[in-house]
Structures are given as C-alpha cells and as structure tokens.
C-alpha cells in the first residue's frame, strides 16, 4: 500500500523532466519565473521551456508546443490562460505526460462558467491517464529533488506542507529559510480538483522523508474520509492544521478564493482535536508550530524553566513570560530548596528573582556564572524544557556584538551538553540586524526561537498536547 | 488643580540639574550610562556625576558627594547599593534636592527586611520634602527635556506610558524608536513608593503634552482610588492597560519583581472594562494599540476595506485578513455594486478578488491602475479604514527594490489624500532590512504597520472600543 503510494507520486515530487508551458523572454511573467527558479536550484532532469514565439529562453532550447519536444516530458507546469488550456491538455495526453500543475486560474474560484470549465478538463484529464495538481495554484515545492516552485529554494528537511493558497505556501516557505523550518515536500494545490488535499495527506503519511505535516485547507470534500485519515496519520507523525475561513467573513473570502465551502468553525475544531490533529489559528501559529516539532523531543511534562533574561530588567519579562506560560497550561514550579541555595551563592540578591521564574540580574554577562547558573537549572528534576529570552538589542546595550556572539555560542553550547531542550525567546527591536544574525545561528543549532513568548509557549503546549494525545490513542 | 499638578511634576520631568549618583569611569556600570545616555541626548540643564574616587568623569567635574556640589541640584539619580541609600537621602535633604530617583534595588520586593527599609527611607524623604521615584526603579525618559534615562532618545511625541517594569519601559521605548511610536513622559517606578501609578496617572491627565496614556501594572496600592482615576482619565485620554501577572503563576513572579499583590484577573478585567480603559494581554498589543491610538483618528465604525495583496498570492492572505477581522469584530461589507463593476473594469477576473476583500491579482505592479482601484475602495461608502497588505517580500519576488519604493512612496501618497484612514501590514520574511526600511518610511508619513492581520485587527478594534465607549459615557 505504502509503496504503491510512493510510486504513483513519484513523478509528482521526483519527475525526470518538466516542461514550462508559458515561459518567455520576459523575466516578470510567471511560466518565466518558474523556469529561472528551476535553473537556479539546479534542477537535476530535463527542462523544456514551451512557447511557440522564442528559439530559446534562459539558454534553453525553446518548443513551439508540448509534442515538438523530442524526450519524453514526465511533468507540465501550466501557466498559460485558462482558454488556451484544453489544447494543451490534448497535446499532454498524446505525449503520455503524468503530471500537469495548472498554475493557471480562472475555474471554479469565478463561478458557474469556471466550474463546468475545471470539471471538463479533469474528465478528460483522467480519462489520458494524467494527474492534476490544481488548478489555480503554484504547486510543488520540493528541495530534495530541487523543485522549487517560483520561489527560493531552502535546505530539505523532514517537515511537510500542503496548500490551498499559493501565498500562504511562498510565505511559509520564505519563513522556513528565514528560520531553518526544513521542507520535505510542499505542494500548493489550489482548487484541488484531481489530486486533492487527503490524496497528498495520504502520500505524506506513507513517505519516508516526512516527520511532520502541516496544512492550510479551506475546506475538504470528503470530511469523513479527511478526519478518519488525519487519526490515522496522527500516530505516527503530527499533523498541525491551519483552517482558513474559519468566521463568517473568511469563509466567503475562501469561497471566492478557491471556491471551497468552509464549513462550520466549532464542527472543524471538536473534529480535529478528536482525530489527535493540531489546530492553529495563522501563519504565524503555524511555523511556530512546525518549528517546535520539527526541534523539539517528545515532550509530554508541561513544567518548564524560564529565565527572563540575562542582564537586567528582566522582572518585566519575567513576569510576562510566566503569563504566557499559564496562559498556554505552562506550569512553572519553583525550583528545589537545594537548587536555590546553589542559585543565591550564584546570583546578587539584589534586582533579580532566584526562583523560577530566574531573573539573572547582570550576571549573564560572566559566562563562567552564567554556565553554572544554567547548569543548575539543567538539573533541576521539577522541569523538562527551558524558556530563555535573549533580547538582542537590550543585552547589546550592555555588552560589545562580539561579546553577544560569545553569549549565542555558549548558548548553542549549553544546548548541545544539556539534558532538557532550550527555547529561545528573541524579541525584535532596533538591532534587527544582528537579532537576525544571532537568531539564525540559534536556529542552525536546532534551537527553536520565537520573537515572543506567547508564541514560544503556544508553540511548545501545541507540542506537548500532541505527544499526549499520542501517548492515550496508541 | 491642573496647574497644580503640573507644578508639583516640574522637577521630575523638566529638571535643571542632575546628579548621577554612583556614576563611575567603568562604561558598563549602570550610573555611567545615565550619565553617558545624557550627554548623548543634549541634556540641557546641568550635570553633575557624583563619585568619591574620581575627579572627573566624561569631561565633567566629579563630586565626592552631594553638598559639594557647588551649584543646586534638582534631581537625583541614585545607583549605589542600598545601604549607602540612607547617607545619601540624608545629603539630598540637606542640598534641598527636590527629586531622587532611586534605581537602587533589593527593597521590599525581596522581603520583609527589604519592606522595612523602603519604609524608613520613604518616611525620611517626605519628612525631607523630596519625592522618590522608585526604589528598584529605571525613572524618567523624557523626550522634550533630552531626559533618556540609561536608553537611547527617540523622538518627542504625545504618549505617555507608566511602568511597573524597567525592562518592559526599555523594551517599549525600543519599540518606539523603531516604530514610530512618539513618547511625551515615561516612567518607569519600580516598587512606586512614594510616587505611584495615580500619582503618574493624575500628572498625565493634566500634562497637555499627553494625548494617550499606557500603563504596564503588577498592582496597585489603593483601587478604588485607581479605577476612579482611569475612569476620568477616560474621558480625555485613551488609557491602555498592560496588567502584568494576571496569572496565578504571573502573579508569583510579579510578588518577586516588586512585591506587588497582583489582585485577580477576573476584577481586574472587569473593573478596567467599567471605567473604559482598554486591556491589552502584552507589549506586543500595547506597542501595535498605542501606535494606533496615535495615527487613527476617531473611528467608531467597525466596516472595513481589505486589500489582501498587491501581487499574486494574495488569495490566502485574504482569507487570513478576514478571519482576523471577524475575530475581533470588524466587518468586511461586500463593495457597492456600482463600486464592483468599476473594479472588475481594472481587475482581471482570473487569480483576482473584486468584492470586498479585495485581491488585485498582479495589478499591484501598475500604479496607474492600482490608483483608480484604491480611489475607488476610498470612495466605497460602506468602510470607514482600509487595511492593506503590502508584503515586501513577495513584492520584492515581483518588482525590484526601486519599483517598491515607488510604491511605497504611492501609498504614502494616498493615504494623505484619501478620507479614509490607512493600516498597512507587512509580515516578515526574508527581506528584513528593505522591510524594515519601508515599514519606516509607511511609519513616518503616519501610517500604522502591522507585522499580521492578527495584530493590526486588534489593535484597530481596540481604537473603536474607545471611541465608541467614550460615545456612551460623555
């Protein structure tokens, strides 16, 4: 079953050969842009830019037509108008092409006409034996086999991610660079009329590149077959979902955006959570999500340590940091008698809080204390996780660029030798430039970071809800 | 009365002269970057570092002690340890010092020993006829007197903000800085001793330097006396209310950080909802309703226009901005239909939305048309403020870094024309520093920017709520 699964995605996420139906000499269309990315991410198989007016686009032998092209064209990305469409679907099926990704929109997204429109073309689409991914959408993206839509490509990872929007899919995938979420497979699949969101669900849960599975859906259509697959995926990997059109108002956008009934909000949240899936709220819920999962060990104690911060003024974020915690079921015990005494021997009474909350006062500016501090805080067998706020732009008040860059290394130190996982809280503020730099670095270490701590503990309780949930189902 | 309270305020906000107690030629130490944050702002009065051991610090005449200080001296920055405290007050009663503000710390926040000292020294100041700002306090930022406390000065503004946390204050103020966010007086008094948040409150009622007022709270001492304030303050001013430990667990690190009680959140809700004040959760609602309060102008109208997108990929962001709208109760009234057909004249049909939310497809890239469109939503009667989404990333995929720029520029072009307000979101992504370039710029024509949907929405709704509320009781 499994690789039977594989093997009819194959030419989906691994095709030998991609021809771009509406690729030009001009660099700002679409079917242009899609060919650029594919060169630059150096595509390994074949490409074919089809336009019947150039010779040749971006160095690459140009064909009038599909059928003109003398290999075998394993998968299409269509972005010509949606007119010229039912020809070029004739053209694939005499050339016994397997996949087109119809970028081109204007189906049932537009009403009744696009309707009868989208559901001819997929008849005859089946009917040659092609698969469809879309219409209206960008499609896959895929690092592993350097399939990187009309985007960036980022680092292959294990974390998936299916699509009703093309935005929300580049914006992820623009956030996943920007924050080490590594990417097995995406696909942005539009109006989903042939493959649709439980075929590619069905596929994630079979391949063996991915751990983690996200998804923004509009709406499904098969709800039954959709919520009974989401349980079953949900024993082996976590799936966190996103629903858009989850008011009133969103629900009509959606019905113009991908022309998908949304369905009830209160039906689609008590169905997730029964079928052990993930719910969140946006896109930023969503990568903190996957971020934490793809980062995080199974987790299912919810006592962490926090530590407000490592030079002074850190009683505020303490503070703040442990409203989020119990905002979220974060609980945060104080630490042992034992491990207290050893802090106050540590720490100035003055100014700082030896509890846990920890604020450290000034003393993260000496690492040698900073390690013991944070060593005892390791040890402490009350907690399972650590929150830490490194606030860039108030530690460089403090201290020299190097010096931080000593502190973010000692960090990723710490993390490396300590038995509890780390999270880091980065607010922004005006040093975004080395906020950025030193964040990035945190995270090529595997440790997750947040720019807030609600988002860090939203995150981290969306974690250990799901190995919970795991833990009462198996 | 006004008068009054203005008077009584002048040597705390308006100082002549400064001392910098505990001032020193270590750079890092904190009475150092008082000094040091002074000379850089172009502190206008006199300053005077006071330190035993030095003769001279930063090119200014150092004094061994307060009375050697041949000229008066106003105001009084203490950063030495607690126990030379005592000594200290007892020179600043002699030298008919009229403000200390004590960042010294170790007070009642960390016991009854700590309690009992804070007592005694209020109890000498008051006997002394000198006001205490703090103990365990970062004291004034005050733009129009060049006064920054130990930060960096940013511009003089009409926001007023009051805070029980000096790390919140900095952050605020970095905030601020960043966004644009233009403060009239910051207070940032710790355990608020003598001085307390009513007191802070009463002044910026009076100040007509205020027009908006936040607050960050771990408690207060007297709440009848607090909510009856807030309620009058309510009728002027918009008062935000950052309440800090509004968990149990938060409450138990707010006792530790200033010994404040921090009182139930179920009252504490209740009571500022009563009195009209607006609540916020963090400092990220408190920094995005300040910015709001400040650019908006009077709005009570919950209809909005929303642009999802410039460019493609604006389908999802349009589901996602509607949802956060509904979320916080904000209407999206589908366009007139005359309005409607004017704008399917411009759109394309195909990958665009031409109700209300609004999906320009790829017209975003032609400022001629994207000009009749925005007229055209200005013109819409039903909508009274008009989001939109400019994601600089995406963008930057479609045009280059100057074409953005024009964009930008026509979009601050627009919002001085149109009659309704404007609300720009732009989410981050890879290109941090053209975003935050262009989110500077959007900032410094007035116009409020968003990092999401979520955050923009509420701090919008959060500005009706006061408009509407204040409708009510006046």
Not at 371 to 378: F, G, I, K, R
């Amino acid at each position: 079953m499994n690789q039977e699964k594989l093997r009819e995605f194959e030419p989906i996420f691994y095709p030998q050969s991609i021809a771009v139906v509406g690729a030009s000499r001009d660099e700002q269309k679409i079917g242009t842009r899609y060919l650029k990315a594919l060169l630059t991410a150096g595509f390994k198989g074949k490409l074919f830019p089809i336009n019947p007016k150039a010779r040749e686009i971006m160095g690459l032998k140009t064909f009038p037509n599909i059928n003109s092209v003398p290999d075998p064209v394993e998968y299409v990305i269509a972005t010509i108008p949606r007119e010229l469409i039912a020809n070029l679907l004739d053209d694939c099926i005499q050339k016994k092409v397997r996949v087109i990704q119809m970028f081109t929109a204007g189906f049932s997204e537009t009403g009744e006409e696009g309707q009868r429109l989208e559901k001819e073309i997929i008849r005859r689409a089946r009917q040659g034996g092609i698969r469809v991914i879309g219409p209206n959408c960008i499609g896959v993206y895929c690092p592993a086999s350097k399939m990187p839509g009309p985007w960036q490509l980022g680092k292959p990872g294990a974390v998936a991610f299916v699509s009703q929007s093309g935005g929300h899919t580049g914006k992820l995938i623009d956030e996943g660079i920007a924050r080490e979420i590594r990417f097995s497979k995406v696909v942005s699949f539009g109006n989903g009329s042939d493959l649709d969101s439980v075929d590619y669900l069905e596929y994630l849960g079979a391949d063996p590149e991915t751990k983690i599975i996200g998804a923004y859906l509009e709406g499904v259509k098969d709800g039954g077959r959709f919520f009974r697959l989401i349980r079953e995926l949900s024993k082996s990997k976590p799936v966190v979902i996103w629903k858009g059109g989850r008011t009133e108002i969103g629900a009509r956008a959606a019905a113009s955006h991908t022309g998908s009934l949304a369905g009830q909000n209160i039906i689609w949240t008590a169905a997730l959570k029964q079928v052990g899936a993930i719910k969140v709220g946006g896109l930023e819920e969503l990568a903190d999500t996957l971020l934490a999962f793809q980062f995080l060990p199974k987790i299912e104690d919810n006592n962490v340590a926090l530590i407000g911060g490592l030079v002074d003024g850190a009683g505020g974020p303490s503070v703040a940091g442990s409203d989020a915690c119990a905002d979220v079921g974060l609980n945060i015990p104080p630490f042992t008698e034992e491990i207290r005494e050893k802090l106050k021997g540590l720490i100035p009474l003055e100014g700082s809080i030896t509890q846990n909350p920890l604020d450290l006062s000034r003393i993260g500016e000496n690492l040698g204390i900073l390690s013991q501090v944070m060593e005892l805080v390791d040890d402490d067998p009350q907690t399972s996780l650590v929150i830490l706020n490194e606030d860039v732009n108030l530690l460089l008040r403090n201290m020299s660029t190097s010096a931080l860059r000593y502190l973010t290394n000692f960090l990723i130190n710490f993390k490396k030798a300590a038995t509890k996982p780390l999270v880091i809280v980065s607010p922004p503020g005006l040093s975004y430039v080395q906020r950025a730099e030193e964040g990035k670095r945190l995270l090529e270490a595997e440790i997750p970071v947040y720019p807030s701590f609600e988002r860090a503990t939203k995150a981290i309780m969306n974690v250990i809800k799901y190995w919970r949930n795991r833990s009462q189902i198996l």
